[in-house]
């Protein structure tokens, strides 16, 4: 490989280092690119690497509602990872099989709630915006009392709307440092 070629590939992989599976798709990328010898996968490539339970939901569940062309498309992506889980899991979704350890442990609708929360904002903070940034006719509106927790709640809502971009940063997941 190239020096300069070595270096683009370098950056590509660290760049992804602190992402799973980002980092292991892109070295296994590079791998095939490269036609590199590896004896081992970076992940589950056979039914026979996965959970007994999961293993146990394919072959009772999942295999049989399979089409012949979809067994043929799962068998030749046996032995590559992440080629192989990628295509179980889609196969699995398609039929609509929920294999173990995939599914959020609660319905959809409690998940869809919680996306929807807004991120405490400390009394400090909410009370300097109702003094400073508030008009008289927006607290007003906003029917403000104490220890009232709706009222608290349309407060923040006010404060995250009136600041975007707090709550972008606050929202963003945070990155590891390197060391």
């Known amino acids: ?20 599976p980002d980092f292991a798709v892109a070295a296994t990328s590079l791998v095939r690119d490269e036609k590199l010898k590896v004896e081992t996968q970076l992940g589950p490539n056979k039914l026979e690497h996965f959970a007994p339970l999961v293993q146990e939901a394919v072959r009772r569940q999942l295999l049989p509602a399979l089409s012949p062309a979809e067994k043929e498309n799962l068998a030749a992506k046996e032995g590559k990872w992440p080629d192989y889980p990628e295509a179980l899991y889609s196969i699995a979704e398609q039929h609509r099989i929920t294999l173990p350890g995939t599914a959020r442990p609660c319905p959809p609708e409690f998940w869809k709630a919680m996306s929807k929360l807004l991120p405490d904002v400390p009394g400090r903070t909410l009370r ?19 220890d009232d927790t709706a009222s608290r709640e349309r407060l923040i809502e006010k404060y995250w ?14 990155k590891l440092k390197p060391r």
């Not at 300097?128 to 104490?146: I, W």
């Not at 709307?161 to 963003?172: C, D, F, G, I, V």
């Open 1 to 20: 490989m190239a020096p300069k070629h070595r270096q683009e590939v370098w950056r590509k992989l660290t760049s992804r280092a602190a992402k799973w």
């Open 161 to 174: 709307a009136r600041h975007p971009e707090e709550l972008e940063r606050q929202l963003k997941p945070h």
């Open 128 to 146: 300097n915006f109702v003094l400073t940034e508030l008009s008289p006719d927006e607290r007003n509106e906003l029917k403000l009392a104490p």
